[in-house]
């Protein structure tokens, strides 16, 4: 017994010195509770007939700031990507440049947004007020390398706020089926 209390006596103050808050921590960053995904985060965008060696971009959640204080968005990434698919990289676009959220477009079809042709706004970061919806959303560039195995989902948000480092899962989901 007098064991079990030493040993939870040292986690404690481990956990302390490291600056533990009691909230899970990601790379040093506390969980975070600031944006909301609005309805975007619910649903599924799909396709049935993609084809090895198109690009693809997938729109994750247009960010909302549920909280009263402005944060800056550092990073996105999606969590889980399926096997036939490599995540390009993550620009930012200003939503006046696309009219929108696309929330899955293909690269190149006629009277579609030409995405590698637009501003990419995500190394500044993407700053987003208190109780307001972001002017730019972050898009998964996607290729698709072979058959497709599963769906793309959850989306992982770094920011800052006050000062602080925060990352936050926010749902997302994308499912590609190769054409046979």
């Not at 060696?53 to 399926?82: C, H």
């Not at 637009?118 to 208190?130: K, M, R």
């Not at 998964?140 to 769906?151: C, F, Q, S």
Request: net charge negative; charged share 25%; glycine share 12%.
């Amino acid at each position: 017994m007098r064991t079990k209390a030493v040993l939870a006596l040292v986690v404690v103050i481990t956990g302390l010195l490291a600056g533990w808050s009691g909230s899970p921590a990601f790379d040093g960053r506390r969980a975070g509770e600031a944006l909301h995904g609005g309805e975007q985060a619910r649903g599924t965008a799909g396709y049935d007939h993609a084809r090895v060696g198109e690009e693809w971009w997938f729109a994750l959640p247009l960010p909302y700031n549920q909280s009263g204080r402005p944060l800056r968005i550092t990073k996105v990434e999606m969590i889980d990507v399926p096997t036939g698919v490599e995540v390009v990289d993550y620009p930012a676009f200003d939503l006046d440049d696309t009219d929108g959220v696309p929330l899955l477009a293909k690269e190149g079809l006629p009277h579609t947004t030409r995405f590698s042709r637009l501003e990419d706004h995500s190394a500044a970061g993407v700053v987003v007020e208190p109780g307001s919806f972001s002017d730019a959303y972050y898009a998964a560039h996607l290729r698709i390398t072979g058959p497709v195995r599963g769906e793309g989902r959850g989306c992982r948000f770094q920011y800052e706020q006050d000062g602080e480092k925060y990352e936050q899962i926010v749902g997302c989901a994308f499912d590609i089926k190769v054409a046979k």
